[in-house]
């Protein structure tokens, strides 16, 4: 079975632009989550979604969003791009809301010049 | 903030010592796990240990819970060359799957 799926994994952009990231759950889990992880530091929590609905989100401003499709894949967009916002995006999958164990991709390596 | 601290924040050892990882936090907890990941790769989940438990294994990993001081300690005995990684601790407290990660420490296991 494949595992989380995430794309791009790789991608450089320019302070003021956009950037979608993208990630597909193992098949049958219908929670997402979304965390950003700064060069040497430890994960931080963005978005969880389940069942399509949000059900949770971290300390970041309003130019971060996510949202879940029916497929229970997710889409992960930031605006306005700053430079802080260079770091490893990584999404995480799970069965239910809170079965804890999340199952993490190999994550979106974002790079803003 | 990161509410997990890891301690030490990087540890050097020779294959086959045992390794001792630490971590502290700061609210209570429903959960708390530890990840590793490589070189700037996924995470992979290591090992769960609810509030309610003291300690727990998993092949090589022994993980204690010390829910009055807020700690929690990863061992890894008998190390190898392929445990060099960093090492994560992190909390689970509500009832979603939001976690809480600390900072890390980095292993590191020479041949």
């Known amino acids: 079975d494949a595992g989380v799926t995430q794309s791009p994994t790789h991608l450089i952009k320019t302070r003021g632009q956009h950037v979608t990231l993208r990630c597909s759950p193992i098949?049958?889990?219908?929670?997402v989550s979304w965390y950003q992880q700064v060069l040497g530091q430890g994960p931080q929590f963005i978005f969880q979604?389940?069942?399509?609905?949000?059900?949770g989100r971290g300390n970041f401003p309003d130019r971060f969003s996510a949202r879940q499709f029916p497929n229970y894949s997710s889409e992960l967009n930031v605006n306005a791009l700053l430079l802080g916002d260079s770091a490893l995006y990584l999404c995480?999958?799970?069965?239910?809301?809170?079965?804890?164990?999340?199952?993490f991709g190999e994550g979106s390596r974002l790079t803003v010049l | 903030s990161q509410q997990g601290e890891e301690d030490p924040q990087a540890l050097s050892i020779q294959e086959g010592e045992n390794a001792t990882m630490n971590c502290s936090y700061k609210?209570?907890?429903?959960?708390l796990q530890w990840y590793r990941q490589n070189s700037g790769r996924g995470l992979v989940h290591l090992i769960l240990?609810?509030?309610?438990?003291r300690e727990k294994h998993s092949g090589r990993l022994r993980v204690t819970l010390d829910t009055s001081k807020k700690s929690s300690s990863l061992l890894i005995t008998a190390s190898r060359a392929a445990d060099t990684a960093s090492y994560f601790c992190?909390?689970?407290?509500?009832?979603?799957?939001?976690?809480?990660f600390g900072g890390g420490t980095r292993l590191m296991v020479k041949p």
């Open positions: 609210t209570s907890i429903n959960n």
């Open positions: 098949s049958g889990h219908k929670s």
């Open positions: 240990i609810r509030s309610n438990e």
């Open positions: 979604y389940y069942e399509k609905e949000e059900r």
């Open positions: 992190a909390v689970n407290n509500n009832a979603g799957n939001m976690l809480t």
């Open positions: 995480a999958s799970s069965t239910l809301v809170n079965t804890g164990e999340l199952f």
